[in-house]
């Protein structure tokens, strides 16, 4: 069965720089999910986006953005990466009254 | 904020034993769920339970919906060496689309 696929699967940034991930639900999902994991951590909710509009906000810093395009899938813009922002990054997908999957994941290194 | 306490926080055990682990929250959720994750890999779901009191299986796992909706647990028999990982218990308040507040996971390890 078709999963949740996430890209790029690791990344290499700078301090300052800035990095976009993407998320491609698993097909007839219409809902996304981003969430943050740092090392040894549990994961922690950042944003949801249902039908492309904004459904739900959680601890998501004012230097990173998401949105949800017509074909469903997300991206995530993280701008003015920190040391602290080095951390797995989890998209996850659901229908509305759906279980959320979740993808592989991308790590995130600041150097 | 909410927080899911999960314990116990690791647990080694031999090949063939029993596990328990539970969730307990300082406040309610309407679904309760289960993930495992191994070492730089997604969650994988492994439970889903949806009412108060519910018990589900799948295979050799069995969890249940606490009746106060503040904890559920999740039991694993005869473990087997793939059951290693990292479980984490994750709550929604108003139904399975809305955002996950997850436990603080429970580290299994399994001799043989």
């Known amino acids: 069965a078709a999963g949740v696929i996430q890209s790029p699967r690791h990344l290499i940034k700078e301090k300052r720089e800035t990095a976009t991930l993407k998320c491609y639900p698993i097909?007839?999902?219409?809902?996304v999910y981003w969430y943050q994991q740092g090392p040894g951590q549990d994961p922690q909710f950042l944003i949801s986006?249902?039908?492309?509009?904004?459904?739900d906000k959680g601890s998501i810093p004012d230097r990173f953005s998401a949105q949800q395009f017509s074909d469903y899938h997300s991206e995530l813009n993280m701008s003015s990466l920190e040391l602290g922002d080095s951390a797995l990054y989890f998209c996850?997908?659901?229908?509305?009254?759906?279980?959320?999957?979740f993808g592989p994941g991308t790590r995130l290194l600041v150097l | 904020g909410q927080q899911l306490n999960q314990s116990p926080q690791s647990m080694f055990i031999q090949e063939g034993e029993d596990v328990s682990m539970n969730c307990t929250s300082s406040?309610?959720?309407?679904?309760w769920l289960w993930y495992k994750q191994d070492p730089g890999e997604g969650p994988v779901l492994l439970i889903a339970?949806?009412?108060?009191?519910e018990l589900t299986s799948n295979g050799r796992l069995t969890a249940q919906f606490g009746i106060t909706r503040k904890d559920s647990f999740l039991n694993i028999s005869a473990s087997i060496p793939s059951d290693v990982g990292i479980y984490f218990c994750?709550?929604?308040?108003?139904?399975?689309?809305?955002?996950?507040?997850f436990g603080t996971g429970t580290r299994l390890q399994v001799t043989l």
């Open positions: 994750a709550g929604a308040d108003t139904g399975t689309a809305s955002k996950l507040t």
């Open positions: 339970l949806y009412k108060a009191g």
């Open positions: 996850a997908s659901s229908s509305p009254s759906g279980t959320q999957y």
């Open positions: 097909p007839r999902h219409d809902t």
């Open positions: 986006f249902y039908e492309k509009m904004q459904s």
């Open positions: 406040s309610i959720f309407n679904t």
